[in-house]
Every structure is written in structure tokens, then in C-alpha cells.
């Protein structure tokens, strides 16, 4: 029946969930992975590069320590006392000295526990509260994201994105302007996270409500990159890559604003196109160049952000540009779909169970 599944998923039973998760899950590397999780997260780099001389045991003993005090530094100060009160219950739970006789004293590791757990319990409540709250995000920015392969005549177009955490700093986007002029963008918020987000939510917005006021993509990218820098903080800047293609036709203008290089993919081999100006937000007022390029059929524009050739495995090496060109070289011939998705699954293998270090997102539009 299905109330008596439902009642049964609402009130799962310890154990058998319990022998559910050890069935389904590979312990040890998942646990070395939260392990990792945990480096990355409470230890600076100075802390890292120290590590990396010390022998296996001294490692451990330091790595934990540093760890498990960090941890200490960043709980509310009253959960810091209940810490630190109930590591005291703890240690002294075999037995203490009082007026010259053991005094046994078993109840206070019970109660050292209780109040470990009790702080363990709300900064639970706390992550799923903020876990909560990202999810929201999250679903926002699906909403806000264009169809993966967007229609135009004369064209074949993959737009992807993926965020390295709940929420992204990258903009992938497609506007319809009017019957001629169709935009595709793909920016990157310095930095990842919440903020960036944030950010890059305002600099979709930005582009999404000027687009259609200018004909000159180099006064649109000066309008968009004033706007940024006025609503950014200090020192945080975006790369930004804004094309504009036409129904049937080959043309592609663009304007560059500190992103990579867009590629094309032709049958004889590659071209990086040039280097564009300074990204959003550096400077109050900033000048653009808008570069064109005619494809003919077959010929693709392929751009990228960071996460795809920063992309690093477990070893610390990066995916970089040369893997990705021995990919297109033989893959150049397929649709942008299957191009695209065979990148992608590349470099999740290439990363495996390394910490995923930024968002990723690629666009691929290719001349019928």
C-alpha cells in the first residue's frame, strides 16, 4: 500500500539503515574523500606544505590536531564551553583522586558524551538549514538557465554548466534579442560559492535587460562592465564572452572580456582566436574589440571556462588544453550534444574522486 510506504520512509529504523548504507557504499573511499574534504576545508596552505615533510604518524597526529582545533575556533561560543566541558567529563571518567581515595566518577563519560552529541545535533541542524537554503538556490539557477540545445536556424548548439558546489559562479545563457540576433554568453565569477552566485544572478540580469539597447557589442560590454564594477565588491572581477549569431548565416561576432579564448574546430585543425580586454569590474571604464569570424559548414565555436582545463585529479595535474585538443581532433565530426557530453565525461574521469576545485561550463555552436 502506498500510506504503508510512506509511513515506513518518514520513520526508518536505525539499524536497517545502518545495513543499508554499508551495503551501498565503498568505506574506504568515501572515507578517505571526507577526509580530504575536511584538509581542504580547516587547513591553510602554510599547514599543507608543512604536512607534506613530516613522517606518516607525525602527519596524522599533527593533521588531526590542527583539524580538530580549527574546528574548535569556528563553534559559537557556547558551544565551544559545552565542548570543552565535555571533553573534561571525558578524560576524567576512569577515575580521579579526592582527599587521598579514588573516587570513581563512570557517569561523567556518559554525560562528556551526551553533551558532544548535543553540539554535534545542532551544527547538524545548522548545515541542513544552509543545505536547505543552497538547494533553493540551486533550483533558482536551473530556472534561470537556458535550454541545453537552444534553436536557430542554420545552427546546432550545446550550453552547459555545472556548479563545483550547490550553487555556481558561472553564467551560461542564451537570449533571443529579435528574428536576427540571437546571444550566447559565458562568464565567470572570480571565485565559487554563495557570493559568486550572487553575482553572477546580477550580471545575468545586467546583460539580459541591456542587450537589446545596443547594436555595437564593444558599447553593450563597457555598459555591462560599468554596471558590474558600480554593483561589485572592491578587487572581485568576471570574464566575460559575449557572441551574437544570425539564423543561417555563418557570422559570428564577439566581444572578449578577460574569458579564454574561444576555439574553432575546422576540418584541417584548430584556431585559438585572440585574446580579449580586460575583464568586468577591474576598472570603472573599459574599452572593448569586437572580433568577427565567418564558419563555413561543419566548422564549430567552442569557449570554456576554467573548471574545464583547471580541472585536477587526485595527483594535483591538471586536464589542460592539449587533452582537450586530442579529444576534438577526433570527436570534431560529431554533433555538438555528443561533443559535448563526451568532454564532460572525460574530465570526471580524468578528476575521479578528487575534490571538484571549480565550475565548469562549456558552449559549442557548430554551422549546419
Partial sequence: MPTQKTDKQSNPKIFE?????????????????????LK??????????????????KRWIKQTWWILKSAFFQLTPIRRILVFVGAIFIL???SVRFNGENVQSDNSAL???????????????????????????????????????????????????????????D?????????ARNAVIIADVAGKGLKAALLMAKLQSTIRAVASDFISLEKLAAKVNTIFHRDSPASLFASFLYSEIKPESGSI???????????????????????????????????????????????????????????QNENGEFFGTERLFNMLSSIKNLEPLSIGRMIISEVNRFVGDAIKSDDLSVIIMKKN
Wanted: charged share 30%; proline share 4%; hydrophobic share 40%.
Fill in 92 to 94: 576524567i571518567s576512569n
Fill in 111 to 169: 554525560l562528556g558524551g551526551i553533551l558532544l552529541l548535543f553540539v554535534l545535533i545542532l551544527e547538524l541542524k545548522d548545515k541542513l538549514l544552509a543545505k536547505s537554503e543552497l538547494e533553493e538556490g540551486r533550483a533558482v539557477q536551473k530556472l534561470l538557465m537556458p535550454p541545453e540545445s537552444p534553436v536557430v536556424n542554420g545552427w546546432q548548439l550545446w550550453l552547459y554548466t555545472y556548479p563545483a558546489n550547490e550553487v555556481g559562479g
Fill in 253 to 311: 561576432s564577439f566581444v572578449n572580456a578577460g574569458h579564454f579564448p574561444p576555439i574553432i574546430i575546422k576540418t584541417d585543425g584548430f584556431i585559438e582566436m585572440e585574446k580579449g580586454s580586460a575583464a568586468l569590474g577591474l576598472m570603472q571604464e573599459a574599452k572593448y574589440n569586437e572580433q568577427k569570424i565567418e564558419l563555413k559548414s561543419g566548422e564549430i565555436f567552442l569557449a570554456y571556462s576554467d573548471g574545464l582545463i583547471e580541472a
Fill in 40 to 57: 581542504e576545508y580547516y587547513l591553510d596552505d602554510q599547514k599543507k606544505k608543512e604536512l607534506e615533510g613530516m613522517s606518516k604518524i
Fill in 171 to 179: 553564467l551560461v545563457d542564451f537570449i533571443k534579442i529579435d528574428e
Fill in 17 to 37: 539503515t545502518i545495513k543499508h548504507d554499508i551495503k551501498r557504499s565503498d568505506f574506504r573511499r568515501n572515507f578517505k574523500k571526507e577526509t580530504e574534504g
